[in-house]
């Protein structure tokens, strides 16, 4: 996939660069600016380990809890770990691996997901590797421990997200969408 733009910051103790490189829009020759609103992919990760790793703290959860306590749809459930998802160890098909879910993408790039629909094609793939015995990286781990932290505390990943990450962080550009939402605010 070609990136046809970017926004650079670098911060140091004695320095800062913010600059914007390349176009928003390709075929208009639309420039970036660093106004322009991204989507976080993978970013999400940390963040929702984050809170993940908070409830935990919290006492809400242990990271030892086998994910069949929560989710007993998982196969193999009771051998895969809260730790396990947040590792990458858990050994479960990577939805984004999935030839239907790219075909999709490709047909219909405007599609929003619900994250179970998400999972249940990770759930429905091989598992690849018994859990804890290696590391690969699954998307399915990341939305499946997602909906273990929304039934632990009967709020949605968006609004987990924005009250434990980006309002204390003062991040006041960032939200989440809702599963049903694949639009971005403006510009972007």
């Known amino acids: ?3 046809p733009g970017a926004v650079v910051l670098v911060r140091t103790p004695d320095f800062e660069l913010l600059r914007p490189y390349g176009f928003r829009d390709v075929e208009r020759h639309e420039p970036m600016t660093v106004d322009d609103h991204f989507r976080v992919g993978s970013t999400t990760k940390t963040m929702v380990g ?11 959860l242990e990271l030892a809890d086998p994910i069949a306590d929560f989710r007993p749809d998982v196969p193999n459930g009771t051998s895969i770990t ?5 590792e990458m160890r858990s050994g ?4 984004y691996e999935s030839y239907a879910f790219n075909a999709t993408l490709d047909s219909d790039p405007g599609r929003a997901w619900a994250p179970d629909e998400l999972v249940d094609i990770g759930l429905s793939g091989p598992q ?3 859990p804890g015995t290696d590391f690969e990286y699954s998307n399915t781990n990341t939305v499946l421990l997602a ?5 632990i505390t009967g709020r949605d990943i968006g609004t987990l997200l924005r ?4 309002e204390p962080l003062t991040m006041t550009d ?3 969408p809702a599963p049903n939402d694949s639009s971005l605010p403006e510009p972007f």
């Not at 809260?82 to 947040?86: E, G, P, V």
């Not at 479960?92 to 939805?95: E, G, P, Q, T």
């Open 1 to 3: 996939m070609a990136v």
């Open 50 to 60: 984050t809170v993940a790793l908070q409830l935990a703290a919290e006492g809400l």
């Open 82 to 86: 809260i730790a396990n998802l947040l």
């Open 92 to 95: 479960l098909y990577n939805y």
């Open 128 to 130: 690849t590797f018994a």
């Open 147 to 151: 909906t273990i932290l929304e039934q």
């Open 163 to 166: 009250q434990r990450i980006f």
């Open 174 to 176: 960032s939200s989440f």
